[in-house]
């Protein structure tokens, strides 16, 4: 094994250790995990776009206000939250002068409200489950759109944004979706309305990988950073998250809570 593909196997590992765990223990732990991840994100986007960098640490500031309004020992997921997030995204524009880098604010912010509150709900296992639902989907998503890419190959997804994704990895990711979502239907309890939309989230994880691929294709960029060794940045590591877990959090409102 090269010490590149050994670094990247060590950080990966960590990475899931310390995602699971704050996952598990829910609460401020997992508030705090979203919150850094969403600053640095904030840093990230406004790197791609190419913005000064006074405004991106303008931005940065910004979206922490929000985002710290969500701690459960604040307002959580409330009308509140909502407010403070419009504010920062009109902030950002009128100051920073920049649409663009206002709307890294509803790209961060959207998600890691989604993710409280399905982590949010009761009984505490219950929460954990749709979390877990939600981010694991996202996980499946990515390793069966790999292996049926390689192993299938075939006509290209979007080759001027990503030149690597294919049709077979869409579909491969799409089925490995849907069994992880009703593996947890039959063994942990997932309602079985949420088990059928999994692959609609896997959609989603895609089409937000492909977002991501297409800013950074526009910056020149490989990586949306450098913070993660042998994986890039944390956009990178979440670009499928932001998109999945809003709609997970609005399949759990429109299927379930009825």
């Known amino acids: 094994m090269s010490n590149e593909l050994r670094t990247r196997a060590v950080v990966g590992v960590v990475l899931i250790c310390v995602a699971l765990g704050a996952l598990f223990a829910g609460g401020f732990p997992f508030w705090l995990l979203l919150v850094i991840a969403g600053v640095l994100m904030q840093g990230e986007w406004a790197d791609l776009i190419g913005v000064s960098q006074e405004n991106r640490k303008l931005a940065m500031y910004a979206v922490s206000v929000p985002l710290a309004i969500l701690c459960p020992y604040a307002a959580g997921v409330s009308w509140l939250a909502f407010g403070l997030a419009a504010a920062a995204f009109f902030f950002i524009a009128l100051v920073g002068r920049s649409m663009k880098l206002a709307l890294g604010v509803p ?15 009761t009984p505490n296992a219950y929460g954990l489950l749709l979390a877990l639902w939600a981010m694991g989907l996202v996980w499946a998503t990515d390793i069966g759109a790999y292996f049926a890419g ?4 075939g006509p290209k997804l979007a ?9 077979s990895g869409l579909g491969g990711g799409v089925l490995a979706a849907l069994v992880v979502g009703f593996l947890l239907y039959r063994f942990a309890g997932l309602p079985i309305q949420l088990a059928a939309a999994s692959g609609l989230l896997a959609v989603a994880a895609q089409l937000g990988d492909l977002l991501e691929s297409w800013m950074k294709r526009r910056a020149g960029v490989k990586d949306s950073g450098t913070l993660l060794p042998g994986h890039g940045g944390v956009m990178d590591r979440l670009d499928g998250v932001v998109a999945a877990a809003p709609l997970a959090a609005l399949c759990y409102l429109l299927l379930v809570l009825p």
């Not at 912010?109 to 709900?121: D, E, G, I, K, T």
């Not at 080759?159 to 049709?167: A, E, F, L």
């Open 159 to 167: 080759p001027r944004v990503s030149p690597s994704k294919t049709w």
């Open 150 to 153: 390689r192993s299938i190959g």
């Open 107 to 121: 790209y961060i912010c959207v998600p890691v409200m989604a993710l409280l509150f399905l982590r949010a709900q």
